[in-house]
């Protein structure tokens, strides 16, 4: 896996585009800002949001109030990285961390075209350009987003509209403040990276079923491996391609707690939660889980008998099944997708063991700030 990092990172310093929720740039340089926008929203129900802009050398920092919520997204433009999240207490807490090459990501700008339209935004005369994103470009649908920049390449107004030309939303300035900032005001917190943010239990002095063992196992399938390991009540996932994908998963079944990266060939993802389980949907997100019903069918691997289980009863577009042993553990798992990239592994490897919980954990370099391009710069 660390090999694989490598090679990505070494991919994207070559490359530059837009991450959803930071501002467009036009070139390397931009002067040191705070800026606070009025941000109307007219597809769907009206709404008018505040948001604040803080930007240091590339980075911004971008705060938007949302009917009394506030997410913060950490962003780099020419590293097409943003991280987001929002303001919630320690037992209430998100994130999500995504970084792509733009001829990979559905949303990232490749390019821009001039309006040849020029207007005051308070105060601020700027041009209006329309911004190109790769594979909706070449589709013709989706969005259209239009951004306007002041001279010294500060954007001050962006305006969003359906294909057909109707608006979805738009920011306008406020308030700009040309002034010096410091790193710090524009980097995530170094504890968003720290995997206890996110592991540290929701519940004390949780004991172990009787009938449920820990375990390792493997399963595969012509195209990729996956391993699963188990320490009641938590779980670790790993699934390696042989396209280069991979991903990382550790939760805690009894809350909405864990941590997930993805990677395909030039896109990754870190997404991380931390709250008590939806008592109406009472099963953990980023497992995929919805429920779990029993079907009248058994099966037979690796001289072990297992029971089928429905992962997600009611879903239209999805499904997740596992052959369990009496014990829970899953020996095979099959994964459907309305899209048409599901999966089916097979167990080739069991063994019931004592789990250790530093052995379910993720590669502390996924973690790293560094990793990702969070680098201090002077």
Request: glycine residues 8%.
């Amino acid at each position: 896996m660390l090999r694989r990092v490598s090679i990505f990172l070494t991919m994207l310093a070559a490359t530059g585009a837009l991450a959803n929720e930071v501002p467009y740039f036009d070139r390397k340089t931009v002067p040191d800002y705070i800026a606070r926008f009025k941000v109307v929203h007219t597809y769907g129900r009206d709404k008018t949001n505040e948001r604040v802009v803080l930007q240091h050398g590339g980075w911004t920092r971008v705060e938007e109030g949302n009917e009394g919520k506030s997410v913060i997204s950490y962003g780099n433009f020419s590293k097409n990285l943003v991280l987001r999240t929002a303001k919630n207490d320690e037992d209430n807490a998100w994130m999500s961390v995504t970084q792509a090459d733009p001829a990979k990501d559905f949303f990232g700008f490749t390019d821009a075209r001039e309006l040849n339209h020029v207007e005051a935004v308070d105060n601020e005369h700027c041009r209006w350009l329309e911004l190109i994103r790769g594979e909706l470009e070449q589709s013709k649908s989706g969005p259209i987003w239009r951004t306007c920049l002041t001279g010294d390449g500060i954007e001050v107004a962006t305006t969003v509209l359906l294909s057909n030309g109707q608006p979805m939303s738009q920011t306008r300035l406020v308030e700009l403040d040309r002034k010096h900032l410091s790193t710090s005001a524009v980097l995530p917190p170094a504890d968003l990276f720290d995997a206890e943010t996110w592991l540290k239990p929701l519940h004390a002095d949780v004991k172990r079923p009787s009938e449920i063992a820990d375990f390792e196992v493997e399963l595969q399938n012509p195209t990729a491996k996956l391993r699963l390991m188990r320490h009641y009540p938590w779980w670790y996932r790993e699934r390696t391609g042989k396209d280069g994908s991979v991903s990382a998963l550790v939760w805690n079944e009894l809350a909405d707690q864990g941590i997930l990266y993805s990677a395909s060939p030039g896109k990754r993802q870190l997404d991380a939660r931390r709250s008590q389980l939806d008592p109406k949907r009472p099963y953990p997100k980023l497992a995929g889980w919805s429920g779990l019903v029993r079907m009248n069918e058994r099966g037979q691997f690796l001289g072990e008998t297992c029971t089928w289980y429905d992962r997600m009863p009611n879903v239209a577009d999805a499904g997740l099944r596992h052959c369990l042993t009496g014990d829970g553990i899953p020996l095979k798992e099959i994964r459907t997708s309305g899209w048409g990239r599901g999966e089916v592994f097979e167990v080739t490897k069991m063994v019931r063991r004592p789990i250790a919980m530093n052995e379910i954990r993720l590669d502390p370099v996924l973690l790293d700030p560094t990793t990702w391009g969070y680098i201090p710069e002077n």
